[in-house]
């Protein structure tokens, strides 16, 4: 029965061939056609084109992203000026630390046990804090004496945290134990990348901006870009934490890059003097010789313990969700450490959006302010201890962090001299640094149970330093305006 079918069938192709050959090309038809050939054909032919379409649109979407982002990096005179470089370089770097933090959060925190990683975060917090206590006074007058010194110096911490996620990349499937060395080389490095962009940043603000904004801006630009990568970066653990680092090792990369090509204005030092951490974090006869005001010593030292509880928040958070996460949410650990710390992430947002809409004329009164909200804010967690308090904590503390930089920023710019502002804002983001690895400490060595009892140490700790801080400025000040009690009465 088939075989006379075929047999009728055979002719038509020959007699189609003249058709074909003469122009009439049976392209049209052949999607009308029966048969499973053409049918699939057409089907091909439009899924091509869909795609195509949709390679177009995402093409067009990328590039207007793209034009978008390059407009917010030159606006207000940041093209001119050599800050949109830095700008793109900050966000490269803030991605790929996002990546690192998520590559380190599925190894360091949920694959090792928890009294080996704590010991183990404990020996990177004391390594960590000797670069700043001991070499981080030396590095500024260092970099000075030498031309494309701060050029170098952030390309080399770019590139050696790229060296450091290539050898971890290889750890973390091998187990090998340069694991810890490197996730410290990382951490260091990151820390050095803080200090010596402090330093970069003043010979960059445009003529349109303020240092305040500057900062803010740098905030913000950090914030999109690692709320931009930290997805990929999740994506990429799902096959394996080692893509992750790889993928964060080529932001390095690139990174590394932009910083050596960022403007020569940012290696020069001409009519500027350093000062030293003791000048800038009390009361010294040399820091008045600079100019240094006890309003500025003030917010230096209300900005530490603002850091300090910023450190202890997500050391102790990491290890206790982990080891004790709240009831209903077991198996469920990196949701839990995500939700706290990324409170925190969108606190540090809402601070720099809402100094830049209060633009309060007086800084001091806001670090007042932060202050005593962090400390109400860890009280009411400790008598209250749930995920609405944790949540909340977090998210109080990454505001009160934001606006009191800021605020430390527009007093820096108000009150010290421009021939030592620099390095006045160089060293008080050192300052910083050691506070937050001080307050990392503290989240380790306490007890993560009961965390009632632990979360209160630290409240106590901190109503002291915020006591102290006021009591001193108010003695600062009496002192550099002649009105000691003694003094009236003689």
């Not at 706290?340 to 004329?361: D, I, K, M, Y």
Request: glycine share 12%.
């Amino acid at each position: 029965m088939v075989g006379p079918d075929e047999g009728e069938g055979r002719p038509e192709p020959a007699a189609a061939k003249p058709g074909a050959g003469s122009g009439a090309g049976p392209g049209p038809d052949a999607g009308a056609g029966p048969g499973a050939g053409p049918g699939a054909g057409s089907g091909a032919t439009r899924v091509l084109r869909a795609g195509g379409r949709a390679a177009r649109a995402t093409g067009r979407l990328g590039e207007r992203t793209l034009r978008t982002a390059r407009r917010m990096t030159h606006a207000h005179g940041a093209g001119e000026s050599g800050l949109s470089r830095l700008l793109e370089m900050h966000a490269v770097s803030t991605a790929a630390d996002a990546a690192v933090a998520v590559a380190l959060a599925g190894t360091l925190f949920f694959q090792v046990p928890t009294g080996d990683a704590r010991g183990q975060v404990a020996q990177f917090l004391a390594l960590t804090m000797l670069p700043f206590a001991i070499v981080a006074p030396l590095i500024g007058p260092f970099l000075d004496r030498f031309r494309r010194g701060r050029r170098w110096a952030l390309g080399s911490t770019m590139a050696f945290r790229g060296f450091c996620c290539w050898v971890l990349a290889g750890a973390v499937t091998t187990d090998s134990p340069t694991l810890f060395l490197a996730a410290l080389g990382v951490l260091v490095a990151s820390k050095a990348y803080g200090v010596t962009k402090a330093s970069a940043v003043p010979r960059l603000v445009p003529r349109d901006l303020t240092l305040v904004k500057t900062n803010s801006r740098l905030a913000l630009t950090g914030t999109a870009a690692a709320a931009v990568s930290a997805p990929v970066a999740v994506l990429l653990a799902q096959i394996g934490s080692e893509w992750t680092l790889r993928y964060a090792f080529a932001l390095f990369v690139v990174a590394t890059v932009l910083a050596i090509l960022l403007p020569p204005r940012v290696d020069s030092s001409a009519g500027e003097e350093q000062v030293g951490l003791s000048d800038v974090g009390g009361d010294t006869r040399s820091g008045r010789r600079f100019g240094i005001t006890p309003v500025v010593v003030f917010a230096l030292r209300g900005n530490a313990g603002l850091r300090f509880l910023a450190g202890f928040l997500i050391m102790y958070m990491a290890f206790l969700l982990r080891e004790r996460p709240f009831a209903g949410w077991e198996g469920r650990e990196t949701i839990l450490l995500a939700l706290v710390v990324g409170a925190a992430g969108v606190g540090n947002t809402v601070g720099t959006l809402t100094a830049s809409v209060l633009r309060s004329r007086k800084p001091e009164g806001t670090v007042v302010v932060v202050l005593l909200a962090d400390v109400a804010a860890i009280v009411v967690a400790a008598v209250f201890y749930g995920l609405p308090t944790a949540v909340a904590l977090g998210l109080t503390v990454g505001i009160c962090q934001s606006l009191g930089k800021l605020s430390l920023d527009a007093l820096i710019q108000r009150d010290v001299p421009e021939r030592v502002r620099t390095s006045v804002f160089a060293r008080s983001e050192t300052l910083m640094q050691l506070s937050w690895v001080l307050g990392g400490f503290l989240g380790i060595a306490l007890p993560l149970s009961p965390a009632q009892l632990s979360l209160g140490v630290a409240a106590g700790l901190l109503a002291v330093w915020v006591a102290v801080t006021l009591r001193g400025f108010a003695n600062l000040r009496r002192r550099s305006t002649g009105a000691d009690p003694s003094r009236d009465r003689g």
